[in-house]
């Protein structure tokens, strides 16, 4: 699982920057705001691929992805690029989980059978 989450948590550190230099272009927004926000969003994302699984990991995962959504109010582009990324995240997490099982499988299989699991 963890690589399949990690995969899309980096891919979204990337959509969070460009998102940022989009930001940017709104009068209303200061660039210092902007990129604390965007600064702290690609921190969490990179901190989160360690933290997949750690209890918790996974639901941190969900709580970006729902402020990736949310930052289509000042990025209107976001709401389908966060509904995507949701999406990869929620696919990530389903055949992740998948994969640690049949690892689990054959590494109990292969330790039966008196093999190194390697």
Do not use: N, Y
């Amino acid at each position: 699982m963890r690589t399949l989450c990690a995969s899309t948590l980096i891919g979204e550190f990337f959509i969070i920057g460009f998102a940022g230099l989009v930001a940017m272009k709104d009068p209303d927004l200061s660039m210092g705001t902007v990129w604390t926000v965007c600064g702290i969003a690609m921190a969490v994302s990179v901190l989160l691929c360690g933290m997949i699984t750690r209890p918790g990991g996974v639901q941190l995962g969900w709580a970006l992805q729902v402020a990736l959504i949310a930052s289509g109010f000042i990025v209107p582009t976001m709401f389908f690029l966060g509904a995507c990324f949701a999406a990869l995240w929620g696919v990530s997490v389903h055949f992740g989980r998948k994969i640690d099982e049949a690892k689990a499988r054959f590494a109990a299989q292969q330790e039966s059978m008196g093999a190194d699991p390697a």
